[in-house]
């Protein structure tokens, strides 16, 4: 039996799932707190200081996220493969874990989060020289 297209259609399903989490709830959390970079700005915050408080946030989120994220996973997987090891036969002796994909996760995890950023700061330091 091949499960190649159901794979690519569940690793596109994640791709999606992994770049609108990452950075919708970034980017929905900065401009929920807008009103804390114009309030940083009317204390004489540099773009540069908001810039940085920015990006601490995107980092407080992205790196505990990707941890939290891979151990849930690896979780699961595992309980998964000893709850389905009386269907498989010969059933598998160990997971196995593509790198090269949770790499590429890893990856857009990161780019959505720079895009989240990086568009939150351009609309700061557009609002403050206006």
């Known amino acids: 039996m ?14 999606v799932l992994l770049s609108g989490a990452t950075g919708l709830m970034l ?3 900065f401009a929920e707190r807008r009103r804390t970079a114009e309030i940083l700005a009317a204390l004489g915050a540099t773009a540069r200081d908001i810039g940085g408080f920015l990006w601490s946030e995107a980092l407080l989120v992205l790196v505990p996220g990707a941890i939290a994220g891979a151990a849930i996973g690896v979780v699961a ?6 709850l389905l090891s ?3 036969d010969p059933p598998p002796d160990a997971l196995s874990y ?3 994909l ?3 996760f890893v990856a857009i995890g990161a ?7 990086w ?11 206006a």
């Not at 997987?77 to 000893?82: N, P, S």
């Not at 780019?111 to 950023?117: F, N, S």
């Not at 568009?119 to 020289?129: C, I």
């Open 102 to 104: 949770l790499l590429g």
């Open 77 to 82: 997987a595992e309980m998964l493969v000893k």
């Open 2 to 15: 091949d499960l190649s297209r159901l794979t690519a259609i569940e690793l596109a399903f994640a791709v």
């Open 27 to 29: 980017f929905l959390g």
């Open 86 to 88: 009386g269907i498989f």
């Open 119 to 129: 568009s939150t700061l351009a609309r700061v330091q557009r609002e403050a020289s």
């Open 98 to 100: 593509p790198f090269a």
């Open 111 to 117: 780019l959505a989060t720079v895009a989240a950023t």
